[in-house]
């Protein structure tokens, strides 16, 4: 079956790079997507990806695709305190859902 | 930009009470959804609609119903409330019709529900 897996804790630095990891199932073309969520606040989508493509870039973050292993990361540059939050991974699913993982804090050490 | 709403950031209601959460989206969006979220479980889909007066079944429906009369509003309703109800409701839209190939989900900023 479908599923979305990441690891449920990140701890890095201010200033160092954080590289949130997710794996997925999904064998057919798809899109894929990450979202932020701040303490007490909703989700916010950051970006996508669809499965052709091998990365993206908007500004401090980074998307990495690895389609073999289906393997998707979010690389953010430069790690302030404000990116302190919940990152969720979602693949689209069938009927206009998406797979959600169980999300990953991100922890900022000053 | 999208915007989606709802109607309480914080309520706090009493066993037994009937609850109704309410979510409104303007960007003329299809699908709309409804989760709950609660910590080491993630996001668990309660309900969900694809067109006005349609709805279907998440995850975890049991002691909820949903009512979508109008496009734009999606309800939540707890029909008695109880404490393993207690949770941060989450409400979603987003665009999907048979020729959709994305369809990313914009959330409102949540309610924290508290039933004592």
């Known amino acids: 079956g479908e599923d979305v897996e990441q690891s ?7 200033g160092d790079s954080s590289v949130i990891n997710c794996t997925y199932t999904d064998s057919s073309s798809t899109y894929l997507y990450w979202y932020k969520q701040e303490p007490g606040a909703g989700l916010q989508l950051l970006t996508y990806i669809f499965s052709n493509m091998d990365m993206k870039q908007d500004q401090r973050l980074t998307v990495l695709l690895n389609k073999k292993d289906k393997h998707l990361s979010l690389r953010i540059a430069d790690t302030q305190t404000g990116d302190s939050a919940i990152y969720f991974c979602a693949e689209r699913g069938s009927n206009y859902q998406l797979i959600w993982g169980a999300g990953t804090k991100l922890i900022i050490k000053p | 930009d999208v915007k989606v709403t709802q109607s309480s950031r914080y309520l706090v209601k009493r066993t ?4 109704f959460l309410e979510c409104v989206q303007d960007m003329d969006h299809e699908n709309m959804f409804w989760y709950r979220q609660d910590p080491g479980l993630g996001l668990r889909l309660i309900y969900f609609s694809y067109d006005v007066k349609m709805k279907e079944k998440g995850d975890i ?18 029909e008695s409330a109880s404490t393993n109800q207690t949770s941060m ?3 979603a839209s987003s665009f999907g019709t048979p020729t959709t190939k994305r369809y990313e989900q914009y959330f409102g900023p949540g309610t924290r529900l508290t039933v004592t």
């Open chain 2, 89 to 91: 409701y989450l409400c």
């Open chain 1, 8 to 14: 449920l804790f990140l701890s890095v630095r201010e």
């Open chain 2, 16 to 19: 037994g009470e009937k609850v």
């Open chain 2, 61 to 78: 429906p049991e002691g909820y119903s949903v009512s979508r009369e109008k496009k734009e509003r999606f309800s939540l309703i707890l």
